[in-house]
C-alpha cells in the first residue's frame, strides 16, 4: 500500500459517540489523526499513556487542560504528555483538528467504522 | 508555559534556505510542526533517523517517497518510517503542511529564528 494517501480515503472511525469522529494513518510509532467534532461535541476530561499534541484546523473548541481552559481556534494547539488529564467542548460551528499520538493508538483497530460520510474537511473542490 | 499555545505565537525557523519555515511545538516525544513552503519551494531528497508523518493543510506539492511521487493537496498526507528518502516540491501557490516527528527533532535547536513574518496559515481574521 501506498505511503502517500489522501486521508479522506481512511476508513472514518467512531472515537467518542456520534459526535467525535477520526481518519488516520498509522506509523509505526505515531498515529496521525483528523478528528472531526459536531457543533458543541463534548469530549470528557479522560488520561491517556500516550503522549498527544494536536492542533485546531477549522472550528472552535474549549480545550482545557491541568486545569486550564482556553478557546482555541485555527493554529491552537495542545501538548499534552503521558497520563495528563484532558477535555475538549467544540464551538457552535464544530471543529476538525489534528492529534497525532505515541505510541500508536492500537486500540482504536477496535472502533466501529462509519460508511458514507462526507468529510468535514477537506471541503470538495 | 502554558500547554496550550497559539501555533503563531512560536518562533519562525529557517528550516530549508529562506523557501521553507517552520513553527513548532516541542513534546516529550513528539514535534509537531506548521511548515510553510513559498511557491515552487524544492526540499531535496533526504532522509533522516525519525519517522515522519504529514499532511497538507492549504496549497499542493508533489511529493515522491520511496520512488512514488504523487500530488498532494489539502488532506494529503505522507508516511516516512526512519531512514527512507524523500523530497518535495511545492506547487505554484505553495503549500502549509503539517509534520510530526519522533524523536524530536533537537537539531532544529540551532536553526535561525525569522522575526516580523506574518505566517501564510492561518490567515487573519
Request: proline share 7%.
Amino acid at each position: 500500500m501506498s505511503n502517500l494517501i489522501d486521508i479522506v480515503d481512511a476508513p472514518l472511525l467512531r472515537v467518542w459517540g456520534d459526535a467525535v469522529r477520526a481518519r488516520r494513518i498509522q506509523g509505526e510509532q505515531i498515529t496521525l489523526a483528523i478528528v472531526e467534532l459536531e457543533p458543541h461535541a463534548i469530549v470528557p476530561e479522560h488520561r491517556h499513556e500516550a503522549e498527544q499534541l494536536g492542533m485546531v484546523i477549522t472550528g472552535e473548541m474549549h480545550f482545557t487542560l491541568d486545569g486550564e481552559t482556553r478557546v482555541l481556534g485555527p493554529g491552537g494547539t495542545w501538548r499534552i504528555t503521558a497520563n495528563r488529564p484532558h477535555g475538549v467542548a467544540a464551538g457552535p460551528a464544530g471543529a476538525v483538528v489534528v492529534d497525532v499520538f505515541t505510541p500508536i493508538r492500537s486500540d482504536w483497530d477496535r472502533l466501529e467504522v462509519i460508511e458514507g460520510e462526507t468529510p468535514r474537511w477537506p471541503t470538495a473542490g
